[in-house]
T-cell receptor, first 114, second 115 residues
């Protein structure tokens, strides 16, 4: 199985930058995902990292270090609508033709204040 | 492109009753997943289908939970009999099953309350 750790809660103000960290311990690794989940809604895909380094997508960036078992999600120019839970998910090595199972962390509840 | 559809959105039952959830994945997506998300936790995989075959059901409580995906499209998840600890949101997701990112896309979920 996997052990995925991320902070429970974070707060920030509009226009600021926030970094949400995720550490993981795996028995196999085949990619790391970040999802955003607004209260009462389904998770929506934000980013994917499988190689070390930074992936940038507009206001959101995600970083991965496989040797350290570490990732972060960076949110710039925060807006009120960014208030949500951010889920870190690690995919393990699959068997046969499958790509592996996703293991989710508990999520980091981000509150953006005006 | 239509997203993953699920019904019902909400269900309230008493313990020991049975319940069924339905999922229609994104058209053309070969892989379908059922997750259980308990309040304050991340989603936990219950079962994964590739087309109409089960790939992974190691975390499905098979004494009370069952799932099927006839014809490799729609899927149903059943709980019989329900327990109080089954109260959760049941999320269905699908993916194209490519060899690249294979991103999972989630439906709106069914919120189950067991009294």
């Amino acid at each position: 199985g996997q052990n995925i750790d991320q902070p429970t809660e974070m707060t920030a103000t509009e226009g600021a930058i926030v970094q949400i960290n995720c550490t993981y311990q795996t028995s196999g690794f085949n990619g790391l995902f970040w999802y955003q989940q607004h209260a009462g809604e389904a998770p929506t895909f934000l980013s994917y990292n499988v190689l070390d380094g930074l992936e940038e997508k507009g206001r959101f960036s995600s970083f991965l270090s496989r040797s350290k078992g570490y990732s972060y999600l960076l949110l710039k120019e925060l807006q009120m609508k960014d208030s949500a839970s951010y889920l870190c998910a690690v995919r393990d090595q699959g068997r046969g033709s499958t790509l592996g199972r996703l293991y989710f962390g508990r999520g980091t509840q981000l509150t953006v204040w005006p | 492109e239509a997203g993953v559809a699920q019904s019902p959105r909400y269900k309230i039952i008493e313990k020991r009753q049975s319940v069924a959830f339905w999922c229609n994945p994104i058209s053309g997506h070969a892989t379908l997943y059922w997750y259980q998300q308990i309040l304050g936790q991340g989603p936990k995989l219950l079962i994964q289908f590739q087309n109409n075959g089960v790939v992974d059901d190691s975390q499905l409580p098979k004494d009370r939970f069952s799932a099927e995906r006839l014809k490799g499209v729609d899927s149903t998840l059943k709980i019989q009999p329900a327990k109080l600890e089954d109260s959760a949101v049941y999320l269905c997701a699908s993916s194209l099953d490519s060899q690249n990112t294979d991103t999972q896309y989630f439906g709106p979920g069914t919120r189950l309350t067991v009294l």
